[in-house]
């Protein structure tokens, strides 16, 4: 298997008018491995409000993987009257299912950055120079990194960079600013910044989609979060276990299946950074296989030849030869660390 630099990948990439990126949690971790691995957001997790049952499953599992664990629990539940479990214990597996997926948002906006200065302006160059190679980004991950580095780079007028949020119609009528702005599907043309799964400062109120913002409020972002998680309201957020279950849920949020459908639309060249192609996120891999795309570029972490890479570039290589009819899916690999995401 041939791994490229990531300078490389981008120079046989030049062909192609349009380049797109697909963010895992490794571009988090990059940045700040200290409290975006799985391993250190278990370790922070305050567990002494659940039932012992919630905490004794990663145990039992072997694992600190929130999103495996929540999994587990809710296909066993789902199993259980076949194997003589009582409907009470299935109920309680559920419940300790809910109550990780909540414990989960709490940790990542507990441990995370407080402010935006916590992340260097080097680091944000860094970032910044590695997205500029970019047309629109989507980004499975939860945390603020990505919106940071956006807010960081707004006073460049080179760059085109829309999250879709705006002042509300409202607002806009009655002179009156909110704390938020919102997200309206039919002023989401010129977007090309997609949280596929929820973010942290994303919530949906019922009747429509809010982003908190620092400059509204004069509130740092991330304790609008926490007050906002005090009152039991919780960020747009897709942690369910299984792919399935995910896609269920993006299905029924206006913001998630606008970006699942902006994503299945995309066509010439992809970049994935910092994701594992794990199962969980199928209802986005089969995307890739059934797309539109012609190219994609995996980027692996570290030796090629371990047990994690080599299940990376499997699966990678399956949607190649999943692709049917004259559209071709060419596969290549580079080295994420050549990227220098952040430094």
């Known amino acids: 298997m041939t791994i490229m630099t990531f300078a490389e990948a981008i120079e046989a990439s030049a062909c192609y008018s349009k380049r797109h990126l697909l963010l895992g949690n490794g ?10 691995r799985y391993d250190k957001l278990f370790e922070q997790a305050d567990f002494s409000t659940l039932p012992d049952s919630a905490k004794s499953a990663f145990s039992v599992l072997h694992t600190t993987d929130f999103e495996r664990v929540i999994k587990v629990l809710r296909d066993s539940a789902s199993i259980a009257a076949g194997y003589g479990v009582t409907s009470t214990q299935a109920d309680a597996m ?14 990542i906006a507990q441990s995370h950055p407080a402010l935006p200065g916590d992340i260097t302006d080097d680091e944000y160059a860094a970032c910044q120079r590695f997205l500029d190679n970019f047309t629109t980004t989507y ?11 956006h807010m960081h780079r707004e006073n460049r007028t080179d760059i085109h960079s829309d999250d879709g949020f705006r002042t509300s119609q409202s607002d ?8 938020y702005v919102v997200w309206e599907s039919s002023q989401s043309h010129d977007q090309n910044m997609w949280f596929l799964h929820g973010a942290l400062h994303v919530f949906d109120s019922g009747t429509e989609i809010q982003k908190y913002t620092w400059n509204r409020t004069g509130v740092r972002l991330i304790e609008q979060i926490r007050e906002a998680l005090s009152r039991n309201f919780f960020p747009l957020f897709v942690a369910e276990g299984s792919s399935a279950e995910k896609l269920e849920r993006v299905r029924h949020s206006d913001y998630l299946a606008k970006a699942y459908r902006s994503f299945q639309e995309i066509q010439k060249c992809l970049f994935i950074y910092g ?3 794990a199962a969980n996120d ?7 296989e059934k797309g539109k795309l012609s190219h994609i570029f ?14 990376i570039a499997q699966r990678a290589n399956a949607m190649r030869l999943a692709r049917t009819g004259k559209r071709e899916l060419i596969v290549d690999f580079y080295d994420s660390e050549s990227a220098h995401v952040w430094r």
């Open 275 to 277: 994701h594992s192609l």
């Open 139 to 149: 980004t499975f991950n939860y945390d603020l990194l990505l919106y940071w580095t």
């Open 282 to 288: 199928e209802h986005y891999l089969r995307l890739i």
């Open 298 to 311: 995996v980027g692996l972490y570290g030796d090629p030849a371990s047990a994690t890479n080599k299940m």
């Open 94 to 107: 559920r419940s300790d299912a809910d109550e990780l997926k909540e414990l989960l948002v709490e940790t």
């Open 172 to 179: 806009i009528d009655s002179g009156i600013d909110s704390e």
């Open 27 to 36: 571009f988090s971790i990059a940045c700040r491995p200290d409290i975006f």
